[in-house]
């Protein structure tokens, strides 16, 4: 018996960097492997079955301390009157979400692009909620992406603001619907918090960056930690019976069922935010001004729809349609491939989200996936797969 | 005659002209939770190293090739059907297919139940 080949984001370099819970997954058991140049683990005994089904029941706990932490601030006038339009100005001539009128202590998702509109990365973007930090704004990118983020928004914004990378920072991801309860146990008041805020908060003397936000489709938070005091952190949280450790497996089966993309897989630098179907992203007033990069190609697919669109898919049966698997049309045309797929523990059967041929992207649209040489019948579904449970604050 | 494994972590029962072919307690462990099985026809004849039935994984996919030439003469509808039960019992209930042997004489070049434990080890 033989793994086929697996698209991986393998770092193959000999040397793999160690994150600061690195001994406490391996106390934990977790089974480690390399990702994006680290060494993280994949699932804990529990297996990713009951690990997923275990953040969609209760709360499990992610250690996503490879994803890049860093603040883009002004180079001069931090605090003063006017900064955060300053800074929301500049990273808006590459990101195409509306910053400029995102609120003190709120956190956006939006996407890094280049020149030709495709998407170099999909980052969270937080505005920070203390006056005397306007003009600064605390960014969240992908573990394998960081280093070209970084460089790119240095090459960028470099005459306008300075990056401080934030190497010394893990970041926990408590997620799941007894989150909140769990955290409020530990910080008072952060059950109040709406989805998509971030405040400065104190646990056991350490400060914390808490963001109610992730990437599951559960309710959460993720805690931004000097490194230091992670391990302290993260153990008090596991103490707590309701939560569990949960590997990059399951954090995969739980994004997918969500409808959410894996960037280098689901969204490349070839994609427009139109044709991955986050053209949520894409704010209100930008789509009448424009003014970022690859406005151009973006407004246009706006307006006459993109060739190719990012759909969910639903294969009949039960085998798995995974990455690279072929889209025809029912008369044998190819229309499209695969782009993450695999089994929904939630939904008990394969799932998958692929780009088609826009022509065959609307729901109910049956196609054939193409699984080891043999056509599966399948259709084009709304996404996400299991409903998201954000947590909406009381008006 | 006792059991044998071969390094791709399958293992086989002879019982006369048969043998049971399942993969390995370690292999299931390895794949982690099994979701979805795809057996052969029964009538197929396979020669050694052809793929002979696919297992899944929540995350990826695995061919079990045949660890011997011979033609599948039962399938194990039940793990098709609840493909946890490779998990559960992979020594046992968790088989996959019964094979006709075409040459016993491949089996000698198997490895014996002390030997695949020193090979996983």
């Not at chain 1, 005397?132 to 990118?141: A, E, I, K, P, S």
């Not at chain 1, 003397?205 to 992670?230: F, H, K, N, P, W």
């Not at chain 1, 491939?337 to 929904?344: E, P």
Request: hydrophobic share 40%; with cysteine.
């Amino acid at each position: 018996m033989t793994n086929q080949p697996q698209p991986t984001d393998t770092d193959q370099a000999a040397c793999l960097h160690h994150l600061p819970l690195h001994d406490l997954h391996v106390s934990l058991e977790g089974k480690m492997v390399p990702f994006a140049g680290y060494e993280m683990p994949v699932q804990y005994p529990m297996g990713v079955m009951k690990e997923h089904l275990h953040v969609r029941e209760k709360a499990g706990l992610f250690d996503v301390s490879h994803m890049g932490q860093a603040w883009l601030s002004l180079k001069q006038g931090v605090g003063e009157e006017g900064a955060h339009e300053k800074i929301a100005a500049a990273i808006e001539t590459i990101v195409p979400g509306e910053i400029q009128k995102l609120g003190a202590g709120r956190v956006r998702y939006s996407v890094l692009l280049n020149d030709a509109g495709g998407v170099l990365d999909d980052l969270m973007i937080t505005r920070p909620s203390s006056p005397n930090q306007q003009g600064r704004l605390f960014l969240v990118v992908n573990a394998a992406m960081k280093q070209a983020d970084f460089l790119y928004l240095a090459e960028r914004l470099g005459d306008v603001a300075d990056l401080t990378i934030l190497s010394d920072r893990a970041l926990l991801a408590l997620q799941g619907p007894l989150a909140a309860a769990v955290l409020e146990e530990k910080i008072k008041t952060v059950s109040t918090m709406g989805f998509m805020t971030m405040r400065d908060m104190e646990w056991a003397q350490t400060s914390l960056m808490v963001s109610r936000c992730g990437y599951t489709g559960e309710d959460g938070y993720e805690l931004s930690v000097s490194a230091d005091r992670a391990d302290a952190i993260a153990r008090a949280l596991l103490a707590d019976e309701r939560v569990q450790p949960i590997g990059l497996g399951a954090r995969d089966s739980l994004r997918l069922e969500a409808g959410l993309c894996l960037y280098g897989h689901d969204m490349t630098a070839d994609n427009s935010p139109v044709e991955a179907n986050i053209s949520f992203a894409i704010g209100k007033r930008r789509r009448s001004e424009g003014g970022f990069a690859g406005a151009e190609r973006i407004l246009r697919e706006l307006a006459q729809g993109p060739k190719i669109l990012r759909v969910g898919l639903r294969p009949e049966g039960r085998a798995p349609a995974r990455e690279g698997t072929e889209i025809q049309s029912l008369d044998g045309e190819t229309i499209g491939t695969i782009t993450s797929g695999g089994f929904g523990p939630t939904i008990g059967g394969p799932i998958a989200m692929g780009y088609v041929d826009a022509n065959y992207a609307e729901s109910g649209t049956k196609l054939n996936l193409i699984v080891r040489g043999k056509p599966v019948p399948a259709r084009v579904c709304p996404m996400p797969f299991v409903p998201q449970r954000y947590y909406r604050a009381p008006k | 005659m006792s059991r044998k494994f071969t390094e791709d972590h399958e293992w086989i029962e002879v019982a006369g002209d048969v043998a049971t072919i399942g993969i390995t307690k370690h292999a299931a462990e390895q794949l982690g939770d099994v979701v979805f099985v795809e057996l052969p026809d029964v009538g197929v004849k396979f020669s050694k190293g052809d793929d002979m039935a696919v297992v899944e994984s929540v995350k990826a996919a695995s061919d079990v090739y045949a660890p011997i030439d011979g033609e599948v003469v039962e399938t194990n509808g039940a793990i098709v059907d609840d493909p946890a039960k490779v998990n559960e019992d992979a020594d046992d209930k968790g088989w996959f297919v019964k094979v006709k042997i075409d040459n016993p004489q491949q089996l000698e070049d198997l490895m014996d139940e002390s030997a695949y434990k020193d090979f996983v080890a």
